[in-house]
């Protein structure tokens, strides 16, 4: 059973589109909800985290929009860039020092 | 300051040996957790340490994998009689692990594992 599940699997934009990336959970126990971009060859990297006590929170040109009654989450980046191509990945855990379930990721190219 | 690393960053292993992958937190982390990357998926949580102690290893595929970290610093993911299916990505990450504002999971590049 996937208890994180992302969509889509790819996205293409245009130099300055505003790509939304979704996801849904299952676990309502989970209570800390992490964004991490990686690129190739290198470790995933956080972007942005919230948990359910908020419904939106954003740092530079990403946001995270958190809906708890419907169990999903989503990521906005704002005036996407070429060097914004990257796979996103969106997480979950319960107690934030436990571990990880990540999504299957989804792939972004930004055009220039 | 230095972040994660991981040695060695690509290892190539024929079917039925045994391999043994490295990983340096960062000082003073507390927390240290081992992720499996298959090509084209998301990290899966493999084993999870408290200083020396292991608390989770609920995520290790089978009892060929074994981990530990005796001083609470350096980890070790070791692999036994590798098999092709072992081919992947593994992943450590670590964080301050002191309350919930201490949560960011710092992760290293990763060590590719192809078994042949």
């Known amino acids: 059973q996937q208890q994180v599940k992302q969509s889509p699997q790819s996205l293409i934009v245009q130099k300055g589109g505003i790509p939304i990336i979704n996801c849904a959970y299952e676990n309502t126990a989970f209570d800390y909800f992490p964004w991490y971009q990686q690129f190739p060859g290198k470790g995933p990297a956080l972007l942005i985290a919230i948990r359910p006590d908020v419904s939106e929170k954003k740092e530079g040109r990403f946001t995270i929009s958190f809906n708890k009654s419907a169990k999903q989450f989503s990521l906005h980046i704002m005036d996407s860039q070429p060097g914004d191509s990257a796979t996103y990945f969106c997480a979950a855990s319960k107690g934030g020092s436990e571990k990880l379930v990540f999504g299957k990721g989804m792939k972004l190219t930004v055009n220039p | 300051g230095a972040g994660v690393s991981q040695s060695p960053r690509y290892k190539v292993a024929k079917r039925g040996q045994d391999v043994a992958l490295r990983c340096d937190p960062i000082?003073?982390?507390?927390?240290l957790f081992w992720y499996q990357q298959a090509l084209g998926q998301g990290p899966e949580f493999l084993t999870y340490?408290?200083?020396?102690?292991?608390?989770?290893k609920s995520g290790l595929p089978s009892d060929r994998f074994f981990a530990e970290r005796p001083e609470g610093s350096v980890s070790t993911l070791k692999i036994q009689r590798t098999q092709q299916e072992d081919s992947a990505v593994y992943l450590c990450?670590?964080?301050?692990?002191?309350?919930?504002?201490?949560?960011?999971?710092?992760f290293g590049p990763g060590t590719r594992l192809t078994v042949l």
């Open positions: 000082s003073g982390h507390v927390s």
């Open positions: 990450a670590s964080s301050l692990g002191l309350g919930p504002s201490t949560d960011t999971q710092y």
């Open positions: 340490f408290q200083n020396e102690a292991q608390l989770d």
